[in-house]
């Protein structure tokens, strides 16, 4: 492989490749400096890098709109038939749809790690999205992680 050329791999394998070793610290600091402390710090470490990803990938797009936003959706996060969509909104001031399968969830219960899941992959969307375009808000009450039926995302304008 030249250097002009990068293995691409998708998000759905970025995020089991991470999975082992970020479990495998967070389970030794816990040992180590205690859960609260330790789910407080990998959040924000987390939250961070999902800001960053927000802002880089309205970049890359060149755009921030709700259109763009499913772009990516689509694109990078249910690439694949990652995840199945139904029940889709696209307007100018809301992207509103349904996840009733994903295969993130069912990676992380794979993994034996379904309760590092919304720490390490749903809770990254909030922050993701102020990254994206801080004048948009996720609004979300189920996720198929926390054994809900589906992952109700509602992004809408503020």
Not at 6 to 33: D, Y
Not at 122 to 142: H, M, Q, S, W, Y
Request: proline share 1%; hydrophobic share 35%; net charge positive.
């Amino acid at each position: 492989m030249g250097k002009e050329e990068t293995l691409e791999i998708s998000h759905l394998m970025r995020r089991e490749i991470q999975t082992p070793i970020v479990s495998a610290l967070i389970e030794g600091f816990t040992k180590e400096f205690g859960a609260n402390k330790t789910k407080a710090l990998a959040k924000k470490i987390i939250c961070k890098d999902a800001f960053l990803s927000g802002k880089t990938l309205a970049q890359k797009y060149s755009g921030n709109s709700l259109h763009d936003l499913w772009k990516i959706v689509k694109e990078i996060w249910a690439k694949d038939s990652t995840m199945e969509i139904e029940n889709l909104t696209l307007s100018e001031k809301c992207l509103k749809f349904d996840v009733t399968r994903c295969d993130y969830a069912e990676m992380y219960e794979r993994l034996g790690c379904k309760k590092l899941g919304n720490l390490l992959s749903c809770g990254r969307d909030f922050a993701f999205i102020e990254g994206f375009n801080p004048k948009f808000k996720l609004v979300r009450t189920k996720t198929l992680i926390e054994g809900s039926d589906i992952c109700d995302f509602c992004y809408i304008s503020k």
